[in-house]
């Protein structure tokens, strides 16, 4: 069974840094996609950032490109989220999630995932 928990959410004030972390179990990284989605409050889900493990490509929206950056830990199967500058506009639920169809981050949504985590909330105050 694959399983996705996310970890590494909280409160902080704006202009902080959190680093979310996603540890994977029952699946062995390979040619896929792991990443990340947020829901703020009254808002749709939206695509934050993703990699391919296996190559290092990556995708992030515009929004957080240049905060936020995205990396894996192959060995022990984990994902990372680092969140600079963070802002109060960041405030969401952080979902991982994996997909084993898509290879292209770049076309990362929601549509390609085929496994969620629980979520993580962080909140960033003003």
């Known amino acids: 069974e694959v399983q996705l928990v996310e970890s590494g959410g909280g409160l902080v004030q704006a202009g902080g840094s959190l680093r979310l972390s996603c540890a994977v179990s029952?699946?062995?990284?390979?040619?896929?996609?792991i990443g990340w989605f947020r829901q703020a409050p009254g808002k749709e889900r939206e695509e934050v950032s993703a990699?391919?493990?296996?190559?290092?490509?990556?995708y992030y929206v515009d929004s957080v490109k240049g905060r936020f950056t995205i990396s894996s830990d192959n060995a022990n199967y984990m994902v990372f989220l680092q969140m600079n500058s963070l802002k109060p506009e960041d405030t969401a639920v952080y979902y991982c999630?994996?997909?084993?169809?898509?290879?292209?981050?770049?076309?990362?949504?929601?549509?390609?995932?085929?496994?969620w985590g629980r979520g993580t909330l962080v909140t960033v105050s003003s």
């Open positions: 999630a994996l997909s084993r169809r898509l290879l292209l981050p770049r076309q990362w949504d929601s549509t390609w995932v085929d496994y």
């Open positions: 029952g699946f062995r990284f390979d040619d896929d996609v």
């Open positions: 990699i391919n493990p296996k190559v290092q490509s990556t």
